[in-house]
């Protein structure tokens, strides 16, 4: 999702979308789902080693799977009803969010993003370390981004809206506490300068083998966590090439995040996960394709920024959902970052 108000032009999608990884909540499992033949082939065993063992609790799953198959169906035109009425009829807490500006970044940030410090993985490394950052090893890392300020300023805007009687969609169905800042209708403005002007330099030269100069489209949520409500969130990979996650708050404990083996790398596991704490206005990049789980939180409440930026030019090449070579279907809004060939995504954050 990239777009201005005025110029809604066609995304895309991979037509996975529509039948792949399917999250059952219940049985921590992601599943496919193109009819009941195939599903019962490919799952039943499998929910029934994970506690599924009843004739009613596999009807219950199923009926599960069905109407997730039929919200992703409506998605699009669900999304795009919400997001114009968003632009119509919400009413911001604070109306600055809406365009980034250089208060809002952390001054160590500032330091970190100078020309002279980006000339070479190496200096920027070094620079962020001096900054306040970190380099976790398998290419994760974390430096302080926005000032304590922003944070609270976008916490505090996120739950005016929550509390709105505006509907809104679950960003995806692993969260189910989260809300879209694309659909909400803030990212446009607040992150495409973030991305374009602050992050891509960085991250071009942290990842260059995941289109981390290329990114050309983004979709950004925000995810909280509660102890009475979801407490954490299950291993999985990011739709995106490179993710970022920001910590918006502190009044929590636990909630760490665990990074694992890449997708489709196997034999590459490491023992030892990389675990990254949480801390109110740092950001953590990594590729998102690697593996990675939230720790349950023992106290408070954990509210984090996340934006899985995307790069058309590596996705295009093969759908990180399915696998395979994308089979692209338009959709009015909120595409994946898919194009047709040799075009880029409809709005570059470029
Ligand atoms: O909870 C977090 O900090 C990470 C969330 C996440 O990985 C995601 O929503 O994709
Ligand atoms: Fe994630």
């Known amino acids: 999702m990239c777009q201005t108000q005025a110029a809604l032009r ?3 999608v991979c037509s996975c979308f529509f039948t792949r990884q399917i999250f059952i909540k219940k049985y921590g499992l ?60 919400y009413s911001y807490v604070h109306p600055e969010l809406k365009q980034l500006q250089r208060k809002f970044l952390d001054a160590r940030f500032l330091d970190i993003s100078q020309d002279r410090n980006l000339q070479s993985p190496e200096t920027l490394l070094q620079t962020l370390t001096n900054n306040g950052g970190f380099d ?15 944070c609270n300023h976008l916490a505090e805007e996120i739950t005016h809206f929550r509390e709105s009687t505006l509907k809104r969609s679950l960003p995806n169905t692993m969260n189910s506490e989260g809300v879209s800042l694309d659909e909400m209708g803030l990212s446009y403005t607040l992150l495409t300068s973030l991305i374009q002007d602050y992050l891509q330099p960085i991250t071009k030269l942290l990842f260059p083998a995941w289109g981390g100069g290329t990114l050309d489209s983004f979709k950004s949520f925000v995810v909280c966590y509660e102890v009475d409500k979801q407490q954490a969130l299950s291993k999985h990979f990011d739709n995106a090439e ?30 030892e996960p990389v675990q990254v704490k949480q801390k109110k206005g740092h950001c953590i990049l990594h590729r998102s394709r690697q593996f990675h789980s939230a720790d349950p939180i023992s106290r408070g409440k954990r509210i984090n ?17 399915c696998g395979q070579a994308p089979d692209i279907r338009e959709v009015p809004i909120a595409g994946d970052g898919f194009t047709p060939s040799n075009t880029t995504a409809a709005c570059a954050c470029v």
């Open 305 to 321: 920024m996340i934006v899985w930026m995307r790069s058309s030019s590596v996705r295009n090449l093969i759908c990180p959902m």
């Open 30 to 89: 992601h599943v496919t789902f193109e009819n009941e033949a195939q599903f019962e082939r490919e799952f039943r065993q499998g929910l029934r080693f994970r506690g599924c063992s009843t004739d009613k609790q596999y009807a219950d799953v199923l009926l599960e799977v069905k109407a997730e198959q039929e919200r992703r169906k409506n998605y699009h035109t669900t999304f795009l009803s919400n997001y114009l009425r968003n632009q119509e009829s």
């Open 242 to 271: 490179v993710s970022m996650s920001v910590c918006l708050n502190s009044e929590f404990e636990g909630g760490d995040l665990q990074l694992g083996e890449m997708l489709g790398e196997a034999g590459s596991q490491w023992l």
């Open 10 to 12: 066609a995304e895309y």
């Open 136 to 150: 976790h090893g398998e290419q994760v890392y974390s430096f302080p981004l926005f000032t304590p300020e922003f």
